[in-house]
């Protein structure tokens, strides 16, 4: 880079040819902008001058091209295509390099047996193929939840068997996209982008991939998380998971993804839970059903209602507030037992969630309480770590112990004597753990259990941790998966 010397995110200034870094390292090539406004400011321009002041660079790794002034993404080119020719001499510096890398890796695998990745742990050598997926500007909140996901066996290998769809044909067919935020959404599917990323990672051809075709859908369809801004990854994967779910409801260019489940799926139609129509692998695999009883108080009248869920918002307890370390000695230690217990016990609801009686016709006091009618064979539990008082939106930062293991929800059942008790059992597939003291702010990290092994999630950095790492991390969403399920997937 021209200033601080940084390999990443580089970013070629189209109008003098200096190379700065991108907003999100050092943001040299902004300042690079900001810098050669300054001239302007001291001389008279005429409306019509200044509005045509723009300055455009080029990301010299996806070769998009974005102006500063508008703070846009730039799809056009100039009669010349003078954008077009950069791009094809960026590409060619690309291919020239990676041919004289690929030479020197050959060279370097016939000294050497090892034909992987490998990463020192403990002192010891482990071969990994784990991938990263590169940040794009605060999308450690997406990264998080992708890697959980792509953790998940059945949901994940579901994704990747689907064929692929042609998005594109004529003119451009064949040729690399460049995205910006004024194109139409006509042409965009979540589920292939969302395919496309899960078949990049844990295939040990790169060290990091870069997910931002699926994160240009994403700002497409899902308008909320458009922008640069930390976002929260619950909200994301419900977004996500829901938008996913209806696409695969309709299918994509007359390709019913609906009907590939039906026809490749093991699953049986008494697992499917169905959210807003037709079950698809989403309700499949997350869907499970809630039993919400509300009884009044004044008449007794008690009123039943089957609600279907994809994950369970758990509130940490109030007593456990102040505890924010495993080791911390004052008072017990928050279990996941806790959260579950305070999420199904009675409740009377308060003055601001009266009960409209029907018996009685008026809003009555009334108590209510959960019950579990079905259980998901992947059970996602999000716990309330964020909560608002007064102004400020504040983090409750008590760590919460949790199984990895023999999770046992018949407890939590409606009718638990109907269970077979070993298919309420679940051992843990991911976590996304929130460090930080605010939802707008932090960094997103995941830890997940792939082939017998945990691994820790940092955007692009992927490492190997123990079990033990792993438990005392302060969870935000957990990923347990049906312990017969895995142990059945193991068998194929």
Known sequence: MTVCRSNKSPWVCLTCSSVHCGRYVNGHAKKHYEDAQIPLTNHKKSEKQEKIQHTVCMDCSSYSTYCYRCDDFVVNDTKLGLVQKVREHLQNLENSAYTADRHRKRKLLENSSLNSKLLKVNG?????????????????????????????????????????????????????????????????????????TLCALWQGSQTAFSPESLFYVIWKIMPNFRGYQQQDAHEFMRYLLDHLHLELQGGFNGVSRSAVLQENSTLSASSKCCVNGASTVVTAIFGGILQNEVNCLICGTESRKFDPFLDLSLDIPSQFRSKRSKNQENGPVCSLRDCLRSFTDLEELDETELYMCHKCKKKQKSTKKFWIQKLPKVLC????????????????DTYVEFPLRGLDMKCYLLEPENSDPENCLYDLAAVVVHHGSGVGSGHYTAYATHEGRWFHFNDSTVTLTDEETVGKAKAYILFYVEHQARAGSEKL
């Open 124 to 196: 010891s050598t482990a071969a990994i193929c784990a991938t990263g997926l590169r940040n794009l500007g605060n999308t450690c909140f997406m990264n998080a939840i992708l890697q959980s996901l792509s953790n998940i066996e059945q949901f994940c290998c579901y994704f990747k068997e689907l064929p692929a769809v042609e998005l594109r044909n004529g003119k451009t067919a064949g040729r690399r996209t460049y995205h910006t935020r004024s194109q139409g959404d006509t042409s965009v599917s979540l589920v292939e982008e969302f395919r496309k």
């Open 381 to 396: 539990l999000h716990l309330k770590r964020f909560h608002w008082t007064a102004y400020l939106r504040n983090k409750v």
